[in-house]
């Protein structure tokens, strides 16, 4: 079979969460060829319509869908799909409705909180005029204020933390925040507590939860937020990036714990119709509550990132893990018909 592995239009000159992308696809080059596959790179930009030339020149038989941005917007991550869907062309990963819903991080929560699913108050977004509390939990009024579209943590550092606001106040300082987080942004309820990301893999069997992970903020003193922010994930010489290992091992006491956050990142994946592969991001309060912060329906499949790592514990190889989202891309419903 022939899969052209699709991902974004990237220089040497982008920043490192873009130029992962790199590592991502020779990282599913390599697993394909060990599959018996051979396999193509086509970088996607705003000419959907040379894509899709290039895609039916090469005879492609699959597509691997690596996009997280299109035109370095990651609010456009969704066009790709769309336009395979539109091909009939078979493709790995989330369907476009899917991708759309939760890359759209207010649209995902609103339909997390109508199923019953425990998500973070919110204020926004901006651009726009509804500066009310949406949501339900009963949390303080330390705020964090995130990108509506962005993902990789673009924008999130200390200043993003707001204490002690009203939600006028916070829903003000929006505008100002917008320009640095890719020009939509939102306030979401701080949960202070613990982080954990949980990774699902599709499978001839369903969806399977792999390993949970926690994210441990080592040597943070209280004057800093216990973020996952993008020095922590990006940048090599800050405090940040090594000193927020994951950690798999767990005390008995956790169990009821895991258990829940692993029936909830299946109630996701449900809930938002997910196939292929996908990473579900959790705080736990001090009492002990699961809270789903966001989903990310095309999680970094780089070596060295969270979603290879829980594949390694749970005893998964790396290329039996492509093997699954190129399967699973494989069925029926990814050229147009639903399972």
């Given at each position: 079979m022939h899969v052209a592995i699709v991902h974004d239009t990237i220089t040497d000159a982008d920043a490192p969460d873009a130029r992962d992308v790199f590592a991502q696809a020779e990282a599913v080059a390599r697993a394909l060829e060990q599959l018996g596959h051979s396999s193509c790179r086509i970088a996607c930009s705003l000419n959907l319509l040379a894509v899709e030339a290039e895609l039916r020149r090469r005879r492609v038989d699959l597509v691997f869908n690596l996009v997280e941005s299109i035109g370095g917007q990651g609010r456009l991550i969704h066009l790709l799909p769309f336009c395979l869907d539109a091909m009939a062309m078979p493709y790995t990963g989330a369907r476009a409705e899917a991708m759309m819903l939760t890359s759209g991080k207010v649209m995902s929560k609103g339909w997390l909180a109508s199923a019953g699913i425990p998500t973070p108050s919110w204020i926004g977004p901006w651009p726009g005029r509804d500066a009310c509390v949406h949501?339900?939990?009963?949390?303080?009024?330390?705020?964090?204020?995130?990108?509506?579209?962005?993902?990789?943590?673009?924008?999130?550092?200390?200043?993003?933390?707001?204490?002690?606001?009203?939600?006028?106040?916070?829903?003000?300082?929006?505008?100002?925040?917008?320009?640095?987080?890719?020009?939509?942004?939102?306030?979401?309820?701080?949960?202070?507590?613990?982080?954990?990301?949980?990774?699902?893999?599709?499978?001839?069997?369903?969806?399977?939860?792999?390993?949970?992970?926690?994210?441990?903020?080592?040597?943070?003193?209280?004057?800093?937020?216990?973020?996952?922010?993008?020095?922590?994930?990006?940048?090599?010489?800050?405090?940040?990036?090594?000193?927020?290992?994951?950690?798999?091992?767990?005390?008995?006491?956790?169990?009821?714990?895991?258990?829940?956050?692993?029936?909830?990142?299946?109630?996701?994946?449900?809930?938002?119709?997910?196939?292929?592969?996908?990473?579900?991001?959790?705080?736990?309060?001090p009492a002990g509550n699961p809270w789903v912060l966001e989903i990310n329906a095309n999680p970094c499949l780089s070596p060295d990132a969270g979603f290879a790592a829980a594949l390694e514990r749970a005893g998964i190889a790396y290329a039996d893990a492509i093997g699954r989202i190129v399967d699973d891309g494989l069925l029926p419903d990814k050229a147009g018909t639903d399972r």
């Open positions: 949501g339900s939990d009963a949390g303080g009024d330390t705020w964090i204020i995130k990108s509506v579209w962005e993902h990789a943590s673009i924008g999130l550092d200390e200043q993003s933390i707001v204490r002690q606001s009203d939600p006028a106040t916070v829903f003000s300082l929006l505008r100002s925040r917008a320009p640095l987080l890719g020009g939509a942004c939102f306030a979401e309820r701080f949960i202070a507590g613990r982080e954990f990301n949980l990774s699902v893999l599709d499978g001839p069997r369903g969806p399977e939860v792999l390993p949970p992970a926690e994210i441990i903020f080592e040597g943070y003193t209280d004057a800093m937020p216990r973020i996952v922010d993008y020095r922590a994930k990006w940048d090599e010489d800050a405090f940040e990036y090594h000193h927020t290992p994951r950690r798999f091992n767990f005390d008995a006491t956790d169990t009821g714990l895991l258990e829940r956050l692993e029936a909830l990142a299946l109630q996701c994946w449900h809930r938002f119709n997910l196939m292929g592969y996908a990473r579900v991001d959790f705080r736990v309060d």
